[in-house]
């Protein structure tokens, strides 16, 4: 749509409370005469009427809290300065239930310590190829991608213990780029292209560099949203879990899976091309991995948006096939459920019970799992063809090799098991706004599997190892990313 094109103000109120976290109700305004004007934006809408004024609040930035209830394991940067091949990559979304649209934003950095290898070629040959490189990709709105990347890593910053991480692309003339958390304006004032992003703040511009011409493109996207987290990966107030187990604090069973924020409610605003959206408490969520690279086939259910209910629900789920440390050509194939609703967390991962899945090439994800108490079934489906998105690689880099759609189906049930065989409903509840994923591969046919951890690893995994605590006397020898 062009900038001349008339403004398309819209402004819904939520009545029903069909979202997964918040009750509040909010407003949204989508509109289409984006004048790409910083966070500092007046509440009257210089396209709207006079006297019409924006019903979302301007975010609010607050410096990151070291002792916020919901932080979970592993939300600092893993990197541990050496030159092995690695890469991070951290996830956040935000869905807008009123337009029925959401945006995610996929940061990356790879082999961060190559470019520093006193040994040049030589480290290649011992370790396998590098392939440095800071990568934002985001899908936004209809299905659309941004991609812009940096071979330079040297000012990419990720705290070493909290999830807080930045990149400039591009620096304002004469000022040098920053290197930790910056106050909004401050990095506004240093950064023409680029990003930061903590548990609650947001912020950056983008700009697509014309890599993807096989995917529908953006051209810019810019942008400032606080986020306030409702769950980690855990009850509320209670201990935050590991989403892939205590072990995952060791370079073993790679890569790794980390829920950062299960469920959140993010306030602000988003240019995207010659869109913008203005909106308040919208569902949001954020996770990572790091390691090697990705695994060698994967699928993903996620979701924050649900009809059918009052509660506060959020959802994530998915699986992999992944190398096993030590044995050579070995893998193992895995998957989880995590359910947040009404502050309790119900976890379904193969140390603890069973997890099944029916997974197609594109367009059907089925899981059902089950533990002592609980069990749970979904159904997701999509009728759009999806977007193709980058992954890290072991042999090629960030290279596309999976698809994604934020348009997705589900039905979600979920039931408290019963000696009686009588299984009590908890959840029966349904969305148009899942997040699907399936990548790697190949994908020749459906993928089938019971996943199901025998001993002695099971034992192992699921031992109740607080690993963050064991560094409490000695917080110097705390490995990196915890």
Known sequence: MA???PALNLVVSRRSAPLAVGRKRSALICRADAENVPGSNPKVDPGAPKGVKLAASPPVYTVTALDRPTRTPHSGYHFDGSSRRFFEGW?????????????AWMYSAEDPGSCDSATGGLDSIVSGPKFPGIGAQVMGANDQYLFQFDRDVKTFWGSRHELSLGHTFLPKVSKAPPKCEANPKEFLDRVEE????????HQGFLRDNGRSPYVKTVDTIRWEYSTRPIYGWGDTGGEQKATAGWLAAFPVFEPHWQVCMAGGLSSGWIEWGDKRYEFEDAPSYSEKNWGGSFPMKWFWVQCNVFEGTTGDIALTAGGGRRGLPLIPGSFEEVAM???H???????????TGTVE???SLWGSWKMSADNKFFKVKLEATSDVPGV???APTADQGLAPLCKDTFYGKLRLQL???SVSGADKIILDVTSDMTALEVGGGPWYTPWRYKSNIADPLRTVVGLPVNVESLFGSFPQLKPPGL
């Open 341 to 351: 609703y009404e502050g309790k967390f119900y976890e379904f991962v193969p140390w």
């Open 388 to 390: 193709t998105l980058r």
């Open 337 to 339: 459920v995590g359910i």
């Open 3 to 5: 900038a001349s094109s």
């Open 91 to 103: 996830y956040f979304k935000v869905s807008i239930p009123e337009v029925k649209d959401s945006f």
């Open 194 to 201: 680029g990003f930061q992003v903590t548990p609650t703040w």
């Open 357 to 359: 899945w029916d997974v």
């Open 415 to 417: 039931w408290e098991r």
